[in-house]
């Protein structure tokens, strides 16, 4: 299918003020009755939450769930190749960076094509990328090659964004807010089940088989995407009023439900994809404060999960347990990953299932930006605690609520950030925040990775400064979505 800029093909739809007006013409001796135009938003309440919602959520949270396993895999590849090709920490850091660097490089792009053409061919296009290069990835003969397709697999997961974004816009403004807080259900399942992988195939089969394993289901995803919609509201900003209504209808029918009366609101075809207008008067300052916000809470996320398996080995050595640390010819220090530690890590990462009933409860009672705050102050605190000599169980404590409140974050910002923008730019202006989250998790390897093992206090005060500066951010942001209807266009 060739995909062409919508927009060139709709100049003959602009008519009478760009305003739809086909209806016949009723004689005077018939009843006139005015009907009443509706937009894609009053389609989007009227029709409720249902069925239709229902199978967007579980056909985009398998995409969700299968991208989250190809970035947890970052957490296991590092320490395994250290001691495989006997790597220096800033090779292992790297190795991480190549993967973001990919992702900030690709955010924007896949951003703008969803808004120009189309959410549902980049999020098809996204999962064949990411699956097909996470695969060959598992073939890697050298140190190069690993980080040459483990960028390009960076590149594809700048897009996966798009699954998110359509189910947002089809979600009514009651039920989007907790929707999208027990979407991140998907994230943390995969998060969990690589991490259960790795303990299951690195001690027999090694990293090679993870690696392709774990690219597997995103390439199974793609069959379902047959049953994703494109989203209505893409589609009217393009000026396909009648796919749009054909997907309105089926969505009303599947919720047994029935459209608003009247025609479908045509909108003017509007440039779509603008970068100029995310700095517009009316989004300026949100953009400036949400971009750092969105660098902090990817560098303080990533780095506990980078960070784990650094952590634990303090712990061995603070404590005097487990297995000692092989300091290499070359000056590389390998740990390799025990049982213990593999259960310390699904331990922590159970922690992201945490973040969601703390998003439910919060959220909707005392707005996004608080919720926002509430939880990067928490984020830092845990992260500064995590420096103590303490017993396992505790560490393993910290290292659960530093996971939890910081993923509590990333769930939190993706929803406010989805509601801040107008459909024109709302993929965007998540792309370009998404670009800013890759700065973050480009930069944290070297704090978790390098710093961490030259000191580890000094890496973990770094941690918690940047979550208090993100806090105080959150609450000095313009714009608060609790209840705000999701604009069109700016």
Request: neutral net charge.
């Amino acid at each position: 299918m060739e995909l062409q800029p919508v927009g060139s093909s709709y100049k003959r739809m602009k008519e009478d003020h760009g305003t739809f007006s086909d209806a016949p013409v009723i004689s005077t001796t018939e009843s006139s009755v005015d009907h009443a135009n509706f937009t894609v938003e009053d389609a989007v309440e009227t029709i409720g939450f249902g069925k239709f919602q229902l199978k967007l959520f579980v056909l985009c949270g398998i995409f969700t769930a299968s991208d989250a396993m190809e970035m947890l895999l970052l957490a296991v590849l590092g320490p395994v190749l250290r001691c495989e090709w006997l790597l220096e920490e800033v090779q292992v850091a790297f190795i991480t960076t190549a993967v973001f660097i990919g992702m900030f490089v690709g955010a924007p792009g896949w951003g703008k094509c969803g808004d120009t053409y189309g959410r549902w061919p980049m999020l098809l296009l996204v999962g064949l990328w990411i699956s097909f290069f996470g695969f060959l990835s598992s073939f890697s003969p050298v140190y190069g090659w690993i980080l040459v397709l483990r960028a390009l697999v960076g590149f594809g997961i700048g897009g996966a964004s798009q699954a998110f974004t359509i189910l947002a816009e089809y979600l009514p403004r009651k039920h989007r807010a907790k929707t999208l807080i027990i979407y991140h259900i998907f994230w943390a399942t995969g998060s969990c089940f690589e991490i259960i992988l790795a303990m299951a195939v690195v001690p027999t089969k090694g990293w090679r088989w993870l690696a392709a394993l774990s690219a597997i289901p995103l390439g199974v995803s793609c069959f379902f995407f047959y049953f994703i919609p494109e989203s209505a509201r893409y589609l009217m900003a393009a000026g396909d009023r009648e796919k749009a209504m054909k997907i309105l209808r089926e969505a009303a029918k599947l919720n047994n439900a029935e459209l608003p009366s009247g025609e479908l609101q045509k909108s003017p075809v509007l440039a779509r994809g603008k970068f100029a207008d995310i700095f517009s008067a009316e989004y300026r300052r949100t953009t400036f404060q949400i971009w750092p916000i969105w660098f902090g809470i990817a560098f303080s996320y990533y780095g506990i999960i980078l960070a784990s398996s650094e952590i634990l080995e303090f712990h061995k050595s603070c404590t005097g347990s487990g297995t000692e640390v092989i300091q290499t010819e070359q000056g590389c220090h390998c740990n390799p990953l025990g049982h213990a530690d593999y259960i310390t890590m699904i331990w922590s990462s159970l922690g992201e299932f945490l973040g969601l009933p703390i998003n439910l409860f919060l959220m909707d009672l005392i707005g996004r930006q608080k919720t926002l705050a509430v939880s990067l102050v928490g984020t830092g605190i845990f992260f500064l605690l995590i420096q103590l000599c303490v017993s396992r169980g505790v560490l393993t404590f910290f290292l659960f609520g530093a996971r939890a409140l910081s993923s509590a974050v990333f769930n939190t910002v993706y929803i406010y950030t989805t509601e801040v923008y107008p459909t024109t730019v709302r993929a965007l202006g998540l792309g370009s925040s998404s670009a800013m989250a890759r700065l973050g998790a480009m930069t944290t390897p070297f704090i978790s990775q390098v710093l961490l093992n030259a000191s580890l206090v000094s890496a973990l005060w770094v941690y918690g400064a940047i979550a208090f500066l993100c806090a105080i951010d959150a609450l000095l942001l313009p714009i608060e979505t609790r209840g705000r209807a999701m604009a069109q266009s700016t």
